[in-house]
């Protein structure tokens, strides 16, 4: 399982966010960004082109499949963020093949990748993101795909392009949230957080710093681990 950090952060605090210990007997590791005073991934194809850091996290990955004997077919990539950008990219890179799934909170497609010169890899794929958003846009903006698109688009490369299965989650918490998954054949899938915004779903150390709120309806590292687990 590889953990890519959001902006600007530390491992430290993703741990504390995400608390991957829930994993419990999957073997986890959280490469961390350049450069250290603010480290950021270079999740762009187009305003960081260069491949350092994909050649970096497919080194680790190597290394942690040798170090730890975890399954080469069973390796798996989760990010937040600018982490969820990486993950992205990198099922558009070589690296891509490695991965038997992918989930990105707080993340959307970059419309560069609609572009021909690029194919993604026909990952699983699990998203979780906030309508009320205002860093990751629910409906596009700034260059990225809306989050319906980007389900769709993922749908599309799983050759899952069924009728999708909508479900309204319990309302379980006063938190101002509500939960609607949409799931393409069970490999797509989308836990849409109606008023959510640039949050963490069920972590209690999101730093709340914008619009919208933080649902604790559902736990995005469960939510994540079950999906995984399915695959």
């Known amino acids: 399982m590889v953990i890519l950090h959001s902006a600007y952060t ?26 250290a005073a603010l480290p950021r991934w270079m999740e762009n194809p187009v305003t960081t082109p260069g491949e350092v850091d994909v050649e ?46 992918a989930a990105c909170v707080a993340g959307a497609l970059l419309n560069v990748y609609t572009r021909p010169e690029w194919s993604a890899y026909p990952t699983p794929m699990l998203l979780i993101n906030g309508t009320a958003d205002m ?4 409906n596009g903006q700034y260059g990225l795909l809306s989050v319906p698109e980007t389900l769709l688009y993922w749908a599309k490369k799983q050759d899952a392009q069924t009728i999708p299965v909508i479900t309204t989650l319990p309302n379980t918490s006063a938190d101002g949230t509500t939960v609607t998954k949409t799931s393409y054949a069970g490999t797509v899938e989308l836990y849409a957080i109606n008023n959510g915004g640039h949050y963490w779903p069920g972590s209690a150390k999101n730093l709340v710093t914008g619009p919208g709120e933080v649902c604790m309806d559902i736990d995005a590292t469960m939510v994540i681990r079950d999906f995984f687990s399915r695959l």
Do not use: C
């Not at 829930?22 to 490469?31: A, M, N, Y």
């Not at 170090?67 to 937040?80: E, L, Y």
């Not at 860093?135 to 629910?138: I, Q, S």
């Open 56 to 101: 970096f996290i497919d080194y680790v990955v190597a290394r942690a499949v040798v170090q730890t004997k975890a399954d080469p077919n069973r390796i798996f990539v989760m990010g937040f963020s600018s982490g969820a950008f990486m993950a992205m990219r990198l099922l558009h890179e070589n690296v891509g093949a490695r991965f038997r799934g």
């Open 135 to 138: 860093n990751t846009p629910y």
């Open 10 to 35: 530390t491992i430290e605090k993703m741990v504390a966010l995400v608390s991957p210990s829930k994993f419990r007997d999957w073997s986890v590791v959280i490469p961390e960004a350049l450069p």
